[in-house]
């Protein structure tokens, strides 16, 4: 083990795997010494962060799949940016049961371009 000189100065500490500042160790040595107290109001905080994030993540996709469902120029729009997007669409609805929706796009879109 070597003892370097910058481990006996003031205000760090060795351990003999390196030097530490003082003050990261007290600052350490607090969070592993905290109550369950603090850690459970954290976990809660993460939890209810964590399902807020899920109902917006919910409610964004059936705001996109209503507006898909009810306008044929924003599937177009989402087929030219996002044609993966408009795939799990169309998939989603012949899953349910409901057919020609891709075709009857198909077809209003090529008779736009003539």
């Not at 993460?46 to 996709?61: C, D, P, S």
């Not at 306008?71 to 940016?81: C, P």
Request: net charge positive.
């Amino acid at each position: 083990m070597h003892d370097y000189p910058c481990a006996h100065a003031q205000g760090t500490r060795t351990d003999g795997f390196g030097v530490y500042p003082v003050n990261l160790i007290i600052l350490l040595s607090g969070y592993l010494n905290m109550s369950p107290r603090p850690l459970e109001s954290l976990a809660k905080r993460l939890l209810k962060a964590v399902i807020v994030l899920e109902l917006a993540g919910v409610f964004g996709a059936y705001a996109l799949f209503h507006k898909m469902n009810s306008s044929q120029d924003f599937r177009n729009t989402v087929n030219k940016r996002f044609p993966s997007v408009l795939e799990v669409y169309y998939q989603s609805n012949e899953w349910a049961g409901i057919h020609g929706i891709r075709e009857q796009d198909h077809k209003a879109w090529s008779a736009k371009q003539e």
